[in-house]
């Protein structure tokens, strides 16, 4: 069954389509929330969230203009960044907080030291980088969809790219860590 059909059927009040639609996506959501987040809670609430606005308002994706998953990754990322302007306003701070890429736990102590590596130079890079690398590279979207989840233009994206690539060439190589991207 395709998304559009488990949608319409999820709106509907079919509760099984929203599981399996949730199945197929929770992963990319939830990862994407923790990025913006680095908060367990919070990544959990705004994925809750993401998910709850297809259901209410299923006509806002467009299977025309974007992969459910790419408009739903798009949708968590407007609601982390309505959050944060919340909390700015409540707390008047005006600076996004920084994003963290997690670490993945590998077993081999080499490949664990390089991921730990990557992880910690990712940290580094400005937020506009960090973010298309992650969804590019982690996520798997293409240029076109991760143009679209950051709103900007895919030339853009390429930029964001390159320097961010260039970047942690430059942070990695004394390591010898790059092979591990």
């Not at 969809?145 to 260039?166: C, F, H, M, T």
């Amino acid at each position: 069954m395709t998304d559009g059909q488990l949608i319409a059927r999820a709106a509907g009040g079919d509760g099984t389509a929203f599981e399996l639609l949730y199945d197929r996506h929770w992963k990319a959501v939830y990862s994407y929330a923790w990025l913006l987040t680095r908060s367990v809670p919070d990544a959990e609430d705004v994925t809750q969230e993401c998910f709850l606005a297809l259901i209410r308002k299923p006509s806002s994706f467009d299977p025309a203009r974007a992969q459910l998953r790419t408009w739903l990754i798009a949708v968590v990322r407007r609601q982390y960044l309505g959050r944060f302007r919340k909390s700015a306003r409540e707390s008047g701070s005006a600076f996004l907080p920084e994003v963290a890429i997690p670490a993945r736990i590998d077993e081999d102590l080499i490949r664990t030291e390089r991921a730990e590596a990557v992880r910690e130079a990712l940290g580094t890079l400005p937020e506009p980088q960090r973010e298309a690398l992650y969804l590019f590279e982690f996520e798997g979207l293409n240029l076109a969809e991760v143009a679209a989840v950051l709103d900007i233009e895919p030339n853009a994206v390429k930029a964001r790219l390159y320097r961010g690539r260039e970047q942690l060439k430059q942070l990695l190589t004394p390591c010898n860590c790059e092979r591990s991207l």
